[in-house]
């Protein structure tokens, strides 16, 4: 699927690899929900997320948190409270360590919450993002606190782009799994 141009296009993306998110967590065998997540031994495996996140619940959460991100600093842009989309004091070289702060803050979330919590957000999301035109999301210079970037492109990234990653990383645990 190329990356969404359209509100239509972007409500479409989140919703369809939400779907295949879901699917893909619900085919998971019950080996892959037990057993951590560890890709140390994979050399490609380099990126920071491969040793930070440890199980589903973790993916979740992370997918969850970047949707409050998302939605905190549209709503607090539009009441006309000038925020960065990530809060201080992280900016885009450090925002790894911001997603560790993430994992650490819900290590005591059960699953089941997590999947409740990401549900919800999801739906915020959608919610959020039919308020909004073709243009306010997807021409440039619209709001001044997108900066370069159209707002549309943040959600893409929230959503769409960010569960496919999660699918991913899934598949990538069931296949490392299922050759022990």
Same mark, same amino acid.
């Given at each position: ?31 892959a929900?037990?057993? %951590? #997540?560890? #890709? ?6 380099? %990126?920071?997320?491969?040793?930070? /996140? ?17 939605l ?6 539009? @009441?006309?409270i ?33 999947? %409740?919590? *990401? ?12 308020? #909004?035109? /073709?243009?306010?999301?997807?021409? @440039?210079?619209?709001?001044?606190w997108?900066?370069t970037?159209? *707002? ?23 296949? @490392?799994?299922?050759? %022990?």
């Amino acid at each position: 699927m190329a990356r969404p141009t359209t509100k239509k296009d972007l409500l479409e993306a989140a919703t369809i690899n939400f779907e295949k998110l879901w699917q893909a967590i619900d085919s998971l065998p019950e080996k892959a929900l037990s057993l %951590e #997540f560890d #890709f140390s031994e994979d050399t490609k495996k380099k %990126e920071a997320h491969w040793k930070r /996140d440890k199980n589903l619940r973790d993916v979740l959460i992370h997918l969850y948190e970047w949707h409050q991100l998302l939605l905190n600093w549209v709503e607090s842009n539009k @009441k006309g409270i000038k925020a960065s989309f990530l809060p201080e004091p992280y900016n885009w070289k450090t925002y790894g360590e911001m997603n560790v702060k993430f994992w650490e803050k819900h290590q005591g979330t059960q699953l089941e919450n997590a999947k %409740e919590m *990401l549900q919800k957000s999801h739906k915020s999301v959608l919610e959020m993002i039919q308020l #909004f035109s /073709d243009d306010e999301l997807f021409s @440039k210079n619209v709001f001044d606190w997108t900066g370069t970037t159209t *707002l549309g492109s943040y959600c893409v990234s929230a959503t769409s782009s960010h569960y496919d990653w999660a699918i991913k990383k899934l598949k990538a645990h069931v296949k @490392k799994i299922s050759k %022990e």
